[in-house]
Structure formats: structure tokens, C-alpha cells
């Protein structure tokens, strides 16, 4: 390692002629190596070639000089500190307000033919602002700071994104078909569409195709003119687990809108919806021609100017929507929930929705409601301090162990958006945060660094996938276990990479249920499988 630290910088020095111990360069053309200086100053595009590696060191900061693109073709690792983070910015932001031209920002870190062959990118602790894709190519309207298709090995965490805007799709980043994983990342005052493009998706992030994990992220005030102010999942759906949505405003979807969505493979799950503004439909988020699964989310007090203040359904579509609090929420009509037509039909379980049934509107509403509705609540949900947006249970919140007793197949993540134990009591809570009854000191936190999805096909006659994403490299061992509790199977992985696998299983089980037991590291996460031979 350490040869290979003095082989690049020695390579960067001697690419941009300047003595070891300059503290800006100047940048233009193809880049790899090493940038260990205060500052670099980009002059013109810049590419990582498919067989180059660029590594920036924390604290360094990367002004582009004019809207240039960094497109990476090979890897880049941008590793910064929580005090010496990296910054992407632009020099003169002359402009940048206006959304009908380029001006006054740089065009952002492109992955648009990177090989499935390069390794992965990472980005940590790093600081993007003032990235926009405006331009008269339509094609290239995506993604303020970041844009990646057809490429999943990209890690984004604990980054900042403020101010950026796109004239499409992703006012920070656009994804199409990639995989990849935002972790811990936060996002503000960034946009998607404007001037003359009246539709824009995603303010701050858009994804399209693929099923990137997003986790533990913060939306803040971020705008769209089409759908999702902070967040839009279309075509594919994905993890969406423990986000906070807050202050972001869209004509659709004020915090995220899901649409498109054919197959639904995932669950939006353990997330904070709250203070958002939908111009026309959905304060809180809206189902467009999708039908997710909403579990243990708490979408409250957002605001529609038009129909549907909390959840907005339309284009014939069936939400399944558990252990949800949905309260507090204004609209012009439908406070709480609208089912825009007829055959819009969202079904809720174990929830706790101001108004109930009775309060919904649309032409889904009233006689013309289908929908299961079982075992729900109309009660204030008891918040500990709303004023200063405290979504936490009181002790005497009647959402406490009101939510599903059986929670087989809802792929309930093991923490709540807090990190506290997912089901302290007898049965899980309702909302994104468990009250936590007390506990012996030796009781362990389960939280493993990894999620392992639904297994697939279940029920399966053969072959089963287990897909999963591991935050780290990490040793993977799957056992399955039979309704007698005996191991009957076990598979040794032996440390397998960060990022998105899928263990397959060729089955040869008799007909019956079946435990799966995912052990990562010393941790545990369980699912159930059915065998139909």
C-alpha cells in the first residue's frame, strides 16, 4: 500500500508539473493518481480513463472554473473527514439561479459508460453545491452534482448536498440502473426542473430502473415542479428505510413520490414524513401507477394545497400501508388520505389515521371504498413534544404495541429510525419510533450492517434467490432451519464484498414453511420461505 501511495502521487505531480509542495493545481483533460493539496482548480472537462484511479484526499477542495464535467470512466474514492471533508464547488455562481442556462455551475461527476469491470467509487464525507445540468441536449438534464447509469459499484455516505439543480430528473443526483448505496447523506435546497421544463422529478434524488439501498438520509427543503420534492422511485422499486423528509415542497409528492412501478420487490419503511408541501396533490407522498408497501412510517402535519394533505393515490393502484401514523396533515380536500379514481384502493392495517375511513376523499372514498381497512385507529397518536418535531411516543401514545402481531413478510427492519430496538414491548408499535420499555443492560442491539431483502420466489417450487446488501465486507453464513426448529441446511459463504449479492439456493425440500437465518458477522437477521413442490 504504501508503494502504491508514492507510485500515484508521483504521477500526479509530474501530470500537472508542479513541485511537491504546491498547494493549487490546475486541472484539464484525463486525471488519475493522487490530489493531496489545499486546492485544485478544474479548467476544462476531466476524465478518470477506464483503466485510471484518481484518489482525493480529505480536506481538499475542487473549484471548477466553468460548468466542465468530471466524468469517471475507471474509480474514483473522494474519503474524506467529518472536519477535513472534500468540497465540490464552482468558483463564480454567477447565474446559477437561472434555470434556462448553464451558467454559474459545474456539471457534475458523471458515470455514463463506466464498464461493470471497474471497481467500486466511493464518496465519504464529501461536500457537493453549486452542480447543474442545464442544457440544450436533452439527454443531459440529469443529476446536479451526480449522475450514474448502467453502474451499481458506488458508495455515497455521509455527504452533503446543497444547492444543485437539474433541469429533468435528480436536482442532486440521478440514478438509471444502478444499485448503488446512499447512507447517512443530506440534502438541501436542491431542484429538479424549472424554466422551461414545467416537469421536473426528484428535487433532490431520482432513481429510474435500479434498486439503490437509500438509508438513514436527511431531506431538507428541496423542490421538484413535477413529483417527489426530495425523492422520486420510478419504474423500480427499492429500499427506502429510516429517511427524514422535512420542508420539501413538489406539485406532486411534496417529500417523495413512487410511480410507474409495475412489480413491487421492496418495502418504504421506518421513515419520518413530515412539514412538506404538495402544490397540487400529495403534501405527504403520492403513489402514481405504483403500488408500494408502507410499513412503520409516520407521514404527519404536511400540507396540499389542493387534494390529499398525507397520502395521494391515483391511476388504479392498490398500496398495501401497516402500522402507519398518518395525522395532522391539511389539504383543500382530504386531509389525510385521497383516492383520486374509482379503482384506487389503498388497503390499511394496524394503522393510525386522523379521521379514519370516513375522512378520505376522492372517488376511491365512501361507498366506493374496497379497500381493506382492518384493525386501525382514529387516536391522538400522542407525540412527545411537536413543537420542536419530536415524532418520538409518549409512554401513554396509544400506537404503543397496536401495530401487526404478526409481522411475517414485512421485512421489519430490526431498529427503529431512532436505532432502538424495533419491538420493545409484546407486539411492534405503530410509526416510525418504538417506545422503549426498559430493558436489562445486558440486552444486545440486533442491528446488523446489512439488509437482506425478501427471498424470491416465495412461495418457490425450486430455486430460491436471497438478495442482500452488506455495508461491509463481512462473513456470511445462511442456515434454514424446518417449523421444528432444526437445521437442515447450511451454506458458508466465507467473507463476501460491500455492496448488492444474491445467494442462490437450489432447492430440494419437501413442501412446508422454512426459516432462513442470514448470520453476518456475529449478527442475525431471519425471513420465512415456503416450498410448494
Known amino acids: ?64 472554473q466553468g460548468d466542465f464535467a468530471f466524468s469517471v470512466r475507471g474509480r474514483l474514492l473522494a474519503i474524506g473527514y467529518p472536519e477535513q471533508m472534500i468540497r465540490f464547488t464552482r468558483s463564480d455562481t454567477t447565474g446559477f439561479h437561472n434555470d434556462t442556462i448553464p451558467g454559474g455551475g459545474w456539471y457534475g461527476i458523471r458515470y455514463h459508460v463506466t464498464s461493470a469491470s471497474v471497481d467500486s467509487s466511493v464518496f465519504k464525507y464529501c461536500h457537493f453545491e453549486y452542480g447543474k445540468a442545464v442544457s440544450e441536449d436533452s439527454l443531459a438534464n440529469y443529476g446536479g452534482a451526480i449522475c450514474v447509469r448502467n453502474f451499481s459499484k458506488v458508495e455515497i455516505s455521509n455527504c452533503q448536498f446543497f444547492n444543485n439543480k437539474c433541469k ?10 444502478a444499485d448503488i448505496l446512499l447512507l447517512n447523506n443530506h440534502f438541501s435546497d436542491n431542484s429538479a426542473g424549472g424554466g422551461v421544463q414545467l416537469w421536473g422529478y426528484g428535487g433532490a434524488v431520482c432513481t429510474d430502473y435500479g434498486e439503490p439501498v437509500i438509508m438513514h438520509n436527511l431531506f431538507v427543503n428541496n423542490s421538484s415542479t413535477g413529483i417527489g420534492g426530495g425523492l422520486a422511485v420510478r419504474f423500480t422499486d427499492c429500499p427506502v428505510f429510516y429517511n427524514t423528509f422535512t420542508a420539501n415542497q413538489s406539485a406532486i409528492g411534496g417529500a417523495m413520490g413512487v410511480l410507474h412501478v409495475p412489480v413491487i420487490r421492496h418495502v418504504i419503511s421506518n421513515n419520518l414524513v413530515y412539514g412538506n408541501i404538495g402544490l397540487y396533490f400529495g403534501g405527504g407522498v403520492s403513489n402514481n401507477n405504483a403500488s408500494p408497501v408502507w410499513v412503520n412510517n409516520t407521514i404527519v402535519h404536511n400540507t396540499c394545497y389542493s387534494y390529499g394533505g398525507g397520502f395521494y393515490c391515483k391511476d388504479s393502484i392498490n398500496p398495501l400501508v401497516y402500522n402507519t401514523i398518518i395525522w395532522g396533515n391539511q389539504a383543500g380536500v382530504g386531509t389525510q388520505v385521497y383516492l383520486w379514481d374509482s379503482f384506487a384502493q389503498a388497503s390499511f392495517y394496524h394503522c393510525n389515521i386522523q379521521g379514519g375511513r370516513e375522512g378520505f376523499a376522492g372517488a376511491g372514498s365512501g361507498g366506493a371504498y374496497i379497500g381493506e381497512y382492518i384493525n386501525n385507529i382514529d387516536t391522538d397518536p400522542m407525540f412527545e413534544n411537536i413543537s420542536q418535531h419530536d415524532y418520538r411516543l409518549t409512554g401513554i401514545s396509544p400506537c404503543i404495541n397496536a401495530g401487526m402481531p404478526d409481522t411475517t413478510g414485512l421485512l421489519i427492519p430490526p431498529v427503529d429510525l431512532a436505532g432502538n430496538l424495533r419491538i420493545s414491548g409484546n407486539t411492534i408499535d405503530i410509526g416510525a419510533y418504538e417506545y422503549q420499555w426498559p430493558v436489562s443492560i445486558n440486552e444486545q442491539n440486533p442491528f446488523a450492517d446489512a439488509v437482506f431483502y425478501q427471498p424470491y420466489p416465495n412461495p418457490a417450487t425450486d430455486v430460491v434467490h436471497f438478495p442482500l446488501y452488506l455495508l461491509q465486507d463481512e462473513k456470511v453464513t445462511l442456515t434454514i432451519f424446518n417449523i421444528n426448529g432444526q437445521a437442515i441446511k447450511t451454506f458458508d459463504q466465507g467473507y463476501l464484498k460491500a455492496g448488492k449479492q444474491t445467494l442462490v439456493w437450489d432447492s430440494d425440500l419437501q413442501s412446508g414453511a422454512y426459516t432462513c437465518i442470514l448470520l453476518v458477522g456475529s449478527k442475525r437477521i431471519e425471513k420465512k420461505i415456503v416450498i410448494q413442490n
Not at 22 to 49: F, H, Y
Not at 169 to 175: P, R
Open 1 to 64: 500500500m504504501k508503494k502504491f501511495t508514492l507510485s500515484i502521487a508521483l504521477t500526479v505531480l509530474m501530470c500537472c508539473n508542479v513541485p511537491s509542495f504546491a498547494t493549487t493545481i490546475e486541472v484539464s483533460g484525463d486525471v488519475s493518481g493522487l490530489w493531496n493539496v489545499d486546492t485544485v482548480k478544474v479548467i476544462g472537462n476531466i476524465t478518470i480513463r477506464e483503466a485510471e484511479s484518481l484518489v482525493i484526499n480529505p480536506g481538499v477542495k475542487v473549484i471548477f
Open 168 to 177: 429533468d430528473k435528480g436536482g442532486a443526483i440521478y440514478l438509471e440502473n
